[in-house]
Structure formats: structure tokens, C-alpha cells
């Protein structure tokens, strides 16, 4: 905790099976005593160089001054005896960089070759999003030959064993193959471009398909003594990031320490650059930034010292009433980028808990984001007008988000890879299953039930780099021995009016800059979670933007409601 670690559960492999299995309560025959203990430890997500246990067993005792900080280095070999990687100009439509490495003398034995393992892992899942942004390829340098080329070619130019398999596959063939594979979610990354990139060596022995698997021929084991290490991405500054993690958490097993080899990479304009870059970058900033932002007065000896502590050296360069420390950020701090890093670095070394609590000065420059401002807005009014305010968890089961409501699956919900529970196994894409889970548990409450919810919904959404968006929704659900649709119509246009959009009194002119309610005229169009024919469509500026209606009882059925409800949703944030 001191190190700005949370400590999430102690516990061994057999519980966490027990637990994912629902066996929580039930008592187990076999004894645990000669299990393993494992922590599980929660990491920020900036902290590349603390996802594997090489770089947390490295990490703390630096931070309680029982180590030092190592000193990465590249092998001192000359430009012309390094290994080489040409990349075509054809690589460029599809994955254009490449960067490499190499770890010369590693010594592997199961744990650390499991560790090798897990961290490409789980930086294919963070900084890689799922390999979009950068591929890492580990081979046996041993059973291969350079200089290696990186190139793109056509499917059915690429022939190849890939790992774990036994005989020749070309690459259209082996997308077919693993199409039916859970864990290969990343096939639509090439699977639709005319050219797959490919990396041979100098025998047209295939390394790796980029970003999909790597070949038989240069699987790494634990006899592996030369590990040739390749990223090829879309991002270059993420694809040197990864390459710096994987080569500074591995060469501590070499046989020289923290030295690696470097690789030229040449492209095909004749352009070369020499991989990886293992040089501290310096960063200067005033001592003011970083004691200011604390809240605490602190010398430039004091911070230097606290800053060794973070495997940050720290240099006072001017002193006097505008100190200067120059920061000197290794490899494997990539998070580091602004004084506010330094400034948090320092304040963890310093500890949490020795900052003075103080009363924080109100700035004139802060504000609500719109988003915000207008949501409190609309949810002030629509609790004047007798609406009581729920919330409601964004996770939900697949159920609940569509049969249950009596609508087919759109494939718009963003589904939980291993939920803890089916009733957390996606995200909604409505706040009308919540709404009426809340009225099934309060049925007991006297009629009527008026309640109302302001939050977001998940769909996806290929354009945003994680593949889905938030968007802000308002509903209300009213309750009654009738349906009470007039209440739910009579609330949408008091948010019309609080929000300044004029009721459109004559569509047919064909002035759109306003709002209206218009019925469904066609069957095809209506939403099978209402009545037929008691429904409409919030229009606004010409485009639908909500819907209000009374609930079908089939739905009320299924979530056990014996009375009917009228409901409306629409879209806060299209009054931006």
C-alpha cells in the first residue's frame, strides 16, 4: 500500500477455481496446506514495468532502499555485425513498423518462462489493445538464420507451420481454421485486407503472421538460450514502450545483467534505426511544481532521494529561489511524461499518509462539464415533478437486456469475457430492465410508483479505439392502477421545456427545429417492448432521439408486475 499498490485478495489456485465455479459455500475434501499461496495485487494501468513479478520483486526493494537502481545497457557491437530486420515498402498499408531485440545467455526455468509468457499477455490486453496497436512476437534465435525481412503479402502466398500445430498452413486457410477459436478474438485485425504482413529470415523460414500466431519452427522453450524478441504495430511510440518492457523485465536471467542486444531495422527507403532504445530521457522541472502540488516543503536533497526511491534519478541543476531538478526517467518509467508525474512519484516516496491534510483552494477556472450541468438540470426538474431518483447497476444479463423485454438481441451490447455471475455478463443498452427490476422489488409500496434514471448505456462502436461508447440516457417509469401514459407525456414535454426546445405545431410545412410525439404508422418500426399502437417516437430537429409508451404486459410478466407502466427513455446528450 505504501508503494501506491492494492493488495486485492491472498488466496491459492484451488479457491479461485472454487469460487469460479460457485462452490464458495460447499466444504472440500482435499487439503490446501501445501498450496501456493497467490496475491493478487491490483496495478495502475500506467505501470507497465509492475505487471509481471520481475518488475514488482524489483521494484519494492529499490523503493525500501535494499537495491539499486540497474543500469540498462545495449551490447557494445558494432552496426555492421548486428542482426538486421529490411522492411518492405508494402508493410505500409497494413502494420508499417517493426522494432526488435535480442536477449543473448537467458536462462529460463518454468516459472520464469511462465512469467515470459503472462507479461506479453497482459500487455497485448493493456497498452497492445488486443494486438491492434502492437503484436509481440518471442522466437528461438537459434533455429533461425538472418538478416530477417518484414513484408505483406497476399494469403495465399504464405505458407507455414504455426504453433501448436503440425503441418502447412496458408495464411487464408489458417484464418478459417481459427475462426472457430475463443481465445484468437483478434482475426479481424488483417482477416479483410488484401496482404497479411509476415516476417521471414534469410531461409524464408516464416517467424510470425503479425498479429495472429507465430510459427512451429522458432517456438521459444525452456532449453531457449537467444531470444529474438519482434513488435510490429500501428503505433511506433507504443511498439518502443512494449519492446523496452519485455527486454528490461528479462535480461535481469541473462548472462550479462541488464544488457541487451540491438537490432537494426532498415527501411525501404534506406532509412535505419537501431532497437531498442535503452538511453535515460531527462526531464527538468522546478522544485515549486513538485512540493506545490504535495503540499508539503521539501528540499531539492530530500526529493532526489525520494525520487531514487521510484527508480528516478534526480539532479539539482539551479538552486536558489527557482531550484531546477533534472529528472532522469529509465526505460522502463514510459509513464512518466509531465511534473505532475514527478509530482505523484515523490508524494508515494514521501507517503500518502504524512501529507497534512489542508483545505483545497476553490479555482475561479473550474466548472461542471455540459454533459453534467444539463443532466443535474433535467434531474432536478424531473424531481420537482414527483419523480423519485434510482440507480441502477450498467452490468446486467443478456436476458434482461433483451428477451426480457420482448426485443431480439442487436448484437449492440458489450458482452463480459468472464462475469462473475450470468446477472453481470453485459453491459445495458437501455435503463428500462433496470427501472423495472426496481418496481418488481418495491411492488409492495403503495401505487403509484413514480421513478426515474439518469446514466449511461454501453453500445459498441468499431470507431472508438476501444470499440464501444457511453451514452447518457434519462428514463421514467410510472406505476399505477392505470397505465398513466399521460404522466410520462406530460414529462417529456416539461424537459422540452426546461431544456428550450419549441414544439413543432405543423410538421407539414416542414420546419424541423423543434420537437414532437409522432406515432409509428408502421408495424415494422415499433418497439416490441411497448403495446402495439400505444407508442411514439421523440423526434427532435427531424431525428428520433427517445421513445414513451405504455409497457407490453408480456414484459411486466416477466419481470413479475402485476400493474400496468408507461415508460420513456430518450438521448440527453443531443441537446449539446
Not at 503440425?166 to 488483417?190: G, P
Not at 544488457?259 to 535515460?280: F, N, R, T
Not at 403509484?448 to 434519462?474: H, Q, Y
Not at 432521439?545 to 419481470?559: A, E, M, Q, R, S
Request: with cysteine; charged share 25%.
Amino acid at each position: 500500500m505504501e508503494y501506491g499498490l492494492e493488495l486485492d485478495d491472498v488466496t491459492t489456485e484451488k479457491a479461485i477455481i472454487r469460487k469460479e465455479k460457485h462452490l464458495d459455500g460447499v466444504e472440500d475434501d482435499e487439503s490446501t496446506e501445501d498450496e501456493d499461496v497467490l496475491y493478487k495485487i491490483e496495478v495502475p494501468a500506467n505501470r507497465y514495468d509492475l505487471l509481471c513479478i520481475e518488475g514488482l520483486a524489483r521494484a519494492l526493494p529499490i523503493f525500501l532502499g535494499l537495491d539499486e537502481i540497474p543500469t540498462y545497457t545495449l551490447s557494445n557491437i558494432p552496426k555492421e555485425s548486428m542482426l538486421k530486420m529490411y522492411v518492405k515498402k508494402e508493410t505500409s498499408v497494413i502494420r508499417p513498423f517493426i522494432v526488435c531485440a535480442v536477449l543473448r545467455g537467458i536462462t529460463f526455468d518454468e516459472a520464469r518462462y511462465k512469467s515470459f509468457i503472462d507479461l506479453q499477455d497482459k500487455l497485448h490486453q493493456n497498452i497492445c489493445r488486443r494486438r491492434t496497436l502492437v503484436a509481440i512476437g518471442t522466437h528461438d534465435l537459434d533455429t533461425l538464420q538472418g538478416p530477417f525481412t518484414y513484408e505483406a503479402l497476399s494469403p495465399e502466398e504464405i505458407n507455414f507451420v504455426p504453433l501448436k500445430q503440425e503441418k502447412s498452413f496458408r495464411a487464408d486457410e489458417l484464418m478459417e481454421l481459427y475462426k472457430s477459436d475463443m481465445k484468437l478474438k483478434f482475426l479481424h485485425i488483417i482477416e479483410d485486407s488484401p496482404v497479411y504482413p509476415v516476417i521471414y529470415d534469410s531461409n524464408r523460414t516464416v517467424l510470425s503472421l503479425p498479429p495472429i500466431i507465430n510459427g512451429a519452427r522458432s517456438a521459444i522453450t525452456l532449453r531457449t538460450k537467444n531470444v529474438f524478441i519482434e513488435c510490429t504495430a500501428t503505433d511506433l511510440t507504443k511498439a518502443k514502450i512494449v519492446l523496452n518492457t519485455m527486454v528490461s523485465m528479462f535480461s535481469v536471467y541473462c548472462e550479462r545483467k541488464f544488457e541487451v542486444e540491438p537490432v537494426e531495422v532498415i527501411c525501404s527507403d534506406a532509412q535505419s534505426c537501431i532497437y531498442p532504445y535503452l538511453s535515460s530521457f531527462d526531464m527538468e522541472v522546478p522544485l515549486a511544481k513538485i512540493t506545490g502540488r504535495i503540499g508539503v516543503s521539501l528540499d531539492a536533497s530530500q526529493v532526489t532521494s525520494l525520487l531514487t526511491k521510484m527508480q528516478l534519478h534526480g539532479e539539482e541543476i539551479s538552486s536558489g529561489e527557482e531550484s531546477i531538478i533534472r529528472v532522469s526517467l529509465p526505460p522502463t518509467r514510459s509513464d512518466v511524461l509531465e511534473a505532475c508525474d514527478v509530482a505523484e512519484d515523490v508524494a508515494i516516496a514521501y507517503g500518502f499518509n504524512n501529507i497534512p491534510r489542508t483545505q483545497p483552494v476553490l479555482s475561479t477556472q473550474g466548472r461542471q462539464q455540459p454533459l453534467t450541468q444539463l443532466g443535474n438540470l433535467i434531474r432536478l426538474e424531473i424531481a420537482s415533478a414527483g419523480f423519485t431518483e434510482v440507480l441502477t447497476w450498467i452490468l446486467c444479463s443478456n436476458e434482461e437486456n433483451f428477451s426480457m423485454l420482448n426485443r431480439k438481441d442487436d448484437k449492440t451490447s458489450v458482452t463480459v469475457a468472464n462475469p462473475r455471475s450470468s446477472d453481470f455478463e453485459a453491459t445495458r443498452t437501455s435503463l428500462m430492465s433496470g427501472l423495472l427490476k426496481t418496481v418488481r422489488e418495491n411492488n409492495h409500496h403503495p401505487k403509484p410508483i413514480k421513478i426515474f434514471e439518469m446514466g449511461d448505456v454501453v453500445l459498441l462502436d468499431d470507431t472508438k479505439d476501444v470499440g464501444a461508447k457511453n451514452s447518457r440516457k434519462v428514463a421514467a417509469l410510472y406505476c399505477n392502477q392505470s397505465s398513466g401514459y399521460e404522466e410520462i407525456n406530460g414529462l417529456v414535454q416539461k424537459i422540452m421545456q426546461i431544456v428550450d426546445v419549441p414544439w413543432i405545431e405543423d410538421p407539414q410545412v416542414g420546419d424541423n427545429n423543434g420537437y414532437l410525439i409522432a406515432a409509428s404508422k408502421e408495424k415494422e418500426t415499433e418497439d416490441t417492448a411497448f403495446l402495439p399502437g400505444r407508442q411514439a417516437s421523440i423526434i427532435l430537429n427531424g431525428k428520433q432521439v427517445g421513445t414513451l409508451g405504455i409497457v407490453h404486459p408480456k414484459v411486466l410478466g416477466n419481470f413479475d408486475i402485476n400493474f400496468p407502466c408507461s415508460y420513456m427513455e430518450m438521448d440527453v446528450e443531443c441537446f449539446l
